[in-house]
Nanobody, 124 residues
């Protein structure tokens, strides 16, 4: 089972980008979804998460106020809207599905399924 992350690319500092996380073989309705990222030479870090219904969200301090996570269960898709981007946002972004539908924490061990990642580059 694998999630698919789309939407990465090159963006200028201060710009915006939206990532999508989709799954074509099973419904994401009952899963919390998390976004993580990994920059070169660094460990993977939590970015944001959303509960199965979209009621609860959680953000890393570094992106709070700039990024927004949302979901459309009818489309089996979760989005990460990234605004006011900084060079330090550059990384490979991964989406993941958690086993507990209400979990929006940052612990990777609570997420069971992962996508292949999409590259985000922030450069002038």
């Amino acid at each position: 089972v694998q999630l698919q992350a789309f939407g990465g690319g090159l963006v200028h500092p201060g710009g915006s980008l939206i990532l999508s996380c989709v799954q074509s073989t099973f419904t994401l309705d009952y899963y919390a979804i998390g976004w993580f990222r990994q920059a070169p030479g660094k460990g993977r870090e939590f970015v944001a998460a959303i509960s199965w219904s979209g009621t609860n969200t959680n953000y890393a301090t570094s992106v709070k106020g700039r990024f927004a996570i949302s979901r459309d269960n009818a489309k089996n898709t979760v989005y990460l809207q990234m605004n006011k981007m900084k060079t330090e946002d550059a990384a490979v972004y991964y989406c993941s599905a958690g086993g507990h539908p209400y979990y929006t924490g940052s612990s990777e061990s609570n997420y069971d399924y992962w996508g292949q990642g999409t590259q985000v580059t922030v450069s002038s």
